[in-house]
């Protein structure tokens, strides 16, 4: 009986070893695509780390924002590519560690209809018709922290992309709304005359990968430099390449921890 276990065990060992490590590092990113185009885009990034550093990395697509809020609140995932606000809250919450980020930073400005009356700074907008999306989209997130009162606040019209908003202004069915620098210079070239930046938000950090504490620090550096390599360069163009941005830079954890109250108005965080 005892050959018999012992043997069982071998077998078993044998073929646990044979399969490589029973647990993948997950990487996951924000639901903004379909999953072929999300695949091309983070897939080919996981591929290339699995390749450059040794370790078992995949890429799970998350098919909607409550998923992927879910899996940022449990903090189920290992490797992340989102936002400052998402960032910063789970280096608070879960003591995970930026890694590399988009060059540059995000900058948004408030557009609003050319001439007229239109607002002229945030504090004008308080009981007004403010196009936005729904949370936790930064830029909504950036124009609620704006606002601490909330017997003071703009009403929202919920929207579903950046050109409903700018017929929207046009229309008079918003005041305006907040959007990232580079989407008002492509409306204001689609409507030219129509559009006006009333004001502009200080930048905030940029889009990065950010790496959960289970992650050794070893390992963390092979990602790091991996990244920031010319193979990573070529592994992560579709990516730089949809957000239009040339290169990727090392970030720390002190420039996004700040960003984690943008949350605090999300139930759960």
């Known amino acids: 009986m005892r050959r018999f276990i012992a043997l069982a065990l071998c077998l078993f060992c044998a073929s646990a070893w044979a399969a490589g490590p029973s647990?993948?590092?997950?990487?996951?990113?924000?639901?903004r695509q379909s999953q072929t185009q999300e695949q091309a885009v983070y897939g080919r990034i996981a591929q290339f780390l699995a390749q450059a550093t040794g370790a078992p990395i995949r890429f799970r697509y998350t098919s909607n924002w409550l998923t992927y809020m879910d899996r940022v609140h449990q903090?189920?995932?290992?490797i992340y590519f989102d936002g400052p606000s998402f960032i910063g809250w789970r280096i608070a919450r879960w003591h995970d560690h930026v890694a590399v980020a988009?060059?540059?930073?995000?900058?948004?400005?408030l557009v609003?209809?050319?001439?007229?009356?239109a607002p002229s700074k945030m504090s004008e907008l308080v009981g007004r018709r403010v196009c936005?999306?729904?949370?936790?989209?930064?830029?909504?997130?950036?124009?609620?922290a704006s606002f601490t009162n909330p017997s003071r606040r703009p009403y929202i019209v919920v929207i579903h992309s950046f050109p409903e908003a700018a017929r929207n202004i046009i229309d008079g069915n918003c005041v305006a709304?907040?959007?990232?620098?580079?989407?008002?210079k492509h409306q204001n070239a689609q409507f030219p005359g129509r559009l006006q930046v009333a004001g502009t938000i200080p930048g905030l950090p940029n889009q990065a990968f950010s790496l959960s504490d289970r992650i050794s620090p070893a390992l963390r550096q092979k990602i790091i430099a991996a990244l920031l390599s010319p193979a990573g360069r070529a592994a992560t163009k579709p990516l730089r390449d949809m957000f239009g941005h040339k290169q990727l830079v090392r970030v720390h954890d002190a420039a996004y921890l700040p960003y984690r109250k943008l949350l605090n108005s999300m139930v759960g965080f």
């Open 132 to 144: 936005a999306f729904s949370p936790p989209n930064l830029g909504t997130l950036t124009l609620d």
């Open 177 to 184: 709304a907040l959007e990232p620098l580079p989407v008002f």
């Open 23 to 31: 647990k993948a590092y997950i990487m996951v990113a924000p639901p």
């Open 75 to 78: 903090n189920s995932a290992d």
């Open 112 to 117: 609003t209809k050319k001439g007229g009356h």
């Open 102 to 109: 988009l060059s540059g930073h995000l900058k948004f400005v």
